[in-house]
T-cell receptor, first 115, second 112 residues
Framework: SQTIHQWPATLVQPVGSPLSLECTVE??????LYWYRQAAGRGLQLLFY??????ISSEVPQNLSASRPQDRQFILSSKKLLLSDSGFYLC??????????????FGNGTRLTVT | EDKVVQSPLSLVVHEGDTVTLNCSYE??????LLWYKQEKKAPTFLFML????IEKKSGRLSSILDKKELFSILNITATQTGDSAVYLC????????????FGAGTILRVKS
């Protein structure tokens, strides 16, 4: 069966510091991968998605970037964090190919607080 | 702009009550509508609806989609304290990437 791992679970970083959040998926190959952010009291906002190695699509202009160095690894980064980057970051995956109409499956998230 | 709106934003009920959560949407390229339950961390998948009028059911939870009126409801009967969670509605968009647009969620609290 497929599993998704996301770490760290919580992170407190000062303004201006770099960020690296990692997500890996096991038990499947060539998944679609996603980064979402959830602000308090709000829904999930899609930040980035990837349909393959090195293929990144950005949904909103922001201080963050994403990379997919391996098939089942998705990384969210920032060179200099802003206070507004605080939030709950969720990684998700879905199958590709003939399973295009499939739900997304989420990791347990990273709660980021920028101080 | 693609939009998903959920109502109510929050509600408090007593164990045994029946609740109905609402989700309306305006999107340019609809593929399906999904419901998720989020307790503390990862949203967990409940239902995917693609056709109007066909009820999906799982235990005490059920959901139906109306593609003409652009809305869906999630019903929970005989609520239990374990149903307390945020319920998220999302619309999957057609086209590249299998992207989901989420509503803000409904916070449900079931009191014993």
């Amino acid at each position: 069966s497929q599993t998704i791992h996301q770490w760290p679970a919580t992170l407190v970083q000062p303004v201006g510091s770099p960020l690296s959040l990692e997500c890996t998926v096991e038990g499947t190959s060539n998944p679609n991968l996603y980064w979402y952010r959830q602000a308090a009291g709000r829904g999930l906002q899609l930040l980035f998605y990837s349909v393959g190695i090195g293929q990144i699509s950005s949904e909103v202009p922001q201080n963050l970037s994403a990379s997919r160095p391996q098939d089942r690894q998705f990384i969210l980064s920032s060179k200099k964090l802003l206070l507004s980057d605080s939030g709950f970051y969720l990684c998700a995956w879905s199958p590709t190919g003939g399973h295009y109409n499939s739900p997304l499956h989420f990791g347990n998230g990273t709660r980021l607080t920028v101080t | 702009e693609d939009k998903v709106v959920q109502s109510p934003l929050s509600l408090v009920v007593h164990e045994g009550d029946t609740v109905t959560l609402n989700c309306s949407y305006e999107v340019t390229n609809f593929r399906s509508l999904l419901w998720y339950k989020q307790e503390k961390k990862a949203p967990t998948f409940l239902f995917m609806l693609t056709s109007s009028g066909i009820e999906k059911k799982s235990g005490r939870l059920s959901s139906i989609l109306d593609k003409k009126e652009l809305f869906s409801i999630l019903n929970i009967t005989a609520t239990q304290t374990g149903d307390s969670a945020v319920y998220l509605c999302a619309v999957a968009l057609g086209g590249y990437g299998n992207k989901l647009v989420f509503g803000a969620g409904t916070i449900l609290r079931v009191k014993s």
